[in-house]
């Protein structure tokens, strides 16, 4: 799996992150079952586009059982030290 970084190669930044998000599309994190999922349900609380990462490591984790095609974001509190990649399941 191919991730894109927006800093050059010295100036990659590994932790510090906030958490990631999925990027122009219908998927929701749902923080109660641990998954990303399409159908929400109405009613029910706990949906969102963004979900909890801190690190790089953990987010090629997650990008394996994320939705395939589906490009995500890993943002940092840095600005122009995100990550970019696609889901693979």
Same mark, same amino acid.
């Given at each position: 799996m !191919?991730?894109?970084y927006e800093q050059n190669k010295g100036n990659r930044l590994n932790s510090q992150m906030d958490g990631f998000e999925a990027i122009n599309c219908e998927w929701? =994190? +749902?923080y109660d079952l641990r998954k990303w999922t399409q159908e929400i349900e109405s009613g029910k609380y *706990?949906?969102?586009s963004h979900a909890? $990462? #801190?690190s790089v490591k953990a987010f090629r984790r997650m990008l394996? !059982?994320?939705p395939k095609?589906? #490009?995500f974001k890993l =943002? +940092? #509190?840095y600005v *122009? $030290? $995100?990550v970019y990649g696609f889901g693979c399941a």
């Open positions: !191919k991730l894109r929701a =994190w +749902n *706990g949906y969102s909890p $990462c #801190k394996k !059982k994320a095609g589906i #490009k =943002w +940092n #509190k *122009g $030290c $995100c």
